[in-house]
């Protein structure tokens, strides 16, 4: 079975800095990868995904993220952090099943605070 | 115009009560979800709906039922609430249902169950 890992629980940086976040998963196969964002009390909105080909992903809000088949990683950058990006950040995986819906696991998501 | 709505937004209930959360999509989606995030923010599907159709049914109590009466909308039905039930459950909808359909998700539906 798929699973996905978000090692840091919550980060905090200053405006303008850079940002990494830390995103494992566990796939038997070519895995489907995504962020998401959930700002508070709001629905998750989708960041970017990867499926093929490139694997540096551009996203929505100047985000990105690479995909490391030999680390099993897909990290989400931004160079210059804005106040408004502190939110929770979820990585997920897809599974597609043939014939039927795909399923998506999510990390447990890693907490951004950003200070001024 | 809001794409994924749910209702009500905040839902306080005590135990053993019967409750159902909506769910509405206006995008034209053939596919709809039912996600549950608990108190740790961790999240996990619980049933998905392709036209009306049930798809995917995870590992949920019985208690829960969902029902799709046409494909823009997608009911949680809650019975016997029991205080495990209580987190934030997420409405979602794509296109299709294949991985690569992107999931657009409602607001929530925060459940406390006293």
Redesign the interface.
Known sequence: AQSVTQPDIHITVSEGASLELRCNYSYGATP?LFW?VQSP??????LL?Y?SGDTLVQGIKGFEAEFKRSQSSFNLRKPSVHWSDAA?Y?CAV???NTG?????T?G??TRLQVTL | DTAVSQTPKYLVTQMGNDKSIKCEQNLGHDTMYWYKQDSKKFLKIMFSYNNKELIINETVPNRFSPKSPDKAHLNLHINSLELGDSAVYFCASSQGGLVIDTQYFGPGTRLTVL
């Open positions: 489907y998401y009390g709001q629905g998750l909105q989708l995904k499926f929770e979820f897809g599974l597609h039927t819906a795909s399923k998506l999510f447990t998501g």
